[in-house]
Every structure is written in structure tokens, then in C-alpha cells.
């Protein structure tokens, strides 16, 4: 079985940062995790990491073979917030 692309997705900027009011969740981590990463800070296998981003529910960006997501989206999502398109 084929391994799912991730669906196309917005440009996200690194300069991009959340809302002055939210959290700093992650203070010390990468502006971009990887999927090896989200899975040691969640428990969450990557296979459900890549499923979550190649079906839209996780934005992520793959650059050259590697998927990354940015560190504030991947907070907003872990806690819940504004669904992405």
C-alpha cells in the first residue's frame, strides 16, 4: 500500500507566532517539529501523526522527504483549537 502525501497546503512562515495570549508550550523546541519528534513528546505513533497530516487535520508541509509542522500549530491542534483548512 502507498504511503498518503500530505494534502497540499498553505505557506506557513516561520515568523508566524500565536496569539500573545496563548501558552509558550514547546519554549525550547525546533520552529518546525518532526514527525519523529511529535511522537517522542506524545506517545502518538507516527503512523497516526502522518495520517493526521496527509488527511488535513494536522497541517504540515513535507520538504524534501521529511514532514515537518510548525511548533505553534502543532500546540494549537494538541490542545485543541481552530481547525485549519
Known amino acids: 500500500m502507498p504511503k498518503p502525501e500530505p494534502q497540499a497546503c498553505r505557506m506557513v512562515y516561520l515568523?508566524?507566532?500565536?496569539?500573545?495570549?496563548?501558552?509558550?508550550?514547546l519554549a525550547g523546541e525546533q520552529e518546525l517539529l518532526t514527525v519523529q519528534r511529535m511522537h517522542e513528546l506524545t506517545g502518538v505513533s507516527k503512523q497516526v501523526i502522518r495520517k493526521e497530516i496527509a488527511e488535513g487535520r494536522l497541517p504540515g508541509c513535507k520538504i524534501g522527504r521529511r514532514l515537518f509542522v510548525p511548533k505553534h500549530l502543532f500546540v494549537e491542534y494538541a490542545t485543541g483549537g481552530v481547525a485549519h483548512e
Do not use: F, L, N, V
Open 15 to 25: 515568523s508566524e507566532k500565536p496569539p500573545a495570549e496563548a501558552p509558550e508550550m
